[in-house]
Nanobody
């Protein structure tokens, strides 16, 4: 079973960038579909981005498309979320999560399909 730990959150001004890291232990990320989700105060946890099990396909929420990039490290033990041109509405706790196996680009957006979760990292964007 894989364990996930996020890092890289912090405080940044609007228009700035942050790079979040999700480190895996127990198992590598091979065989998992990986996702990033976020949760702002008083709101439900929402889909941000996903990387297919093969690593060939990426999916993004419309709100972050063209600003965020999800990728996997060469060692297959790390997942990244590069966040550029950040906005105040991006402020949230960011979680990485894993699905055992594959999912369609639509199913990958459903947080209920993700079995493994990290503890989250706070990203705060000041306006």
């Amino acid at each position: 079973q894989v364990q996930l730990v996020e890092s890289g959150g912090g405080l940044v001004q609007a228009g700035g960038s942050l790079k979040l890291t999700c480190s895996a232990s127990g198992r590598t990320l091979g065989g998992y579909t990986m996702g990033w989700f976020r949760q702002a105060p008083g709101k439900e946890r929402e889909f941000v981005a996903a990387l297919s099990r093969s690593g060939e396909n990426t999916y993004y929420a419309d709100s972050v498309k063209d600003r965020f990039t999800v990728s996997r490290g060469d060692s297959w033990k790390t997942l990244y979320l590069q966040m550029n041109n950040l906005k105040s509405e991006d402020t949230a706790v960011y979680y990485c999560a894993a699905i055992d196996g594959s999912c369609s680009q639509y199913a990958c957006r459903d947080r209920h399909l993700y079995r493994h979760w990290g503890q989250g990292t706070q990203a705060t964007v000041s306006s």
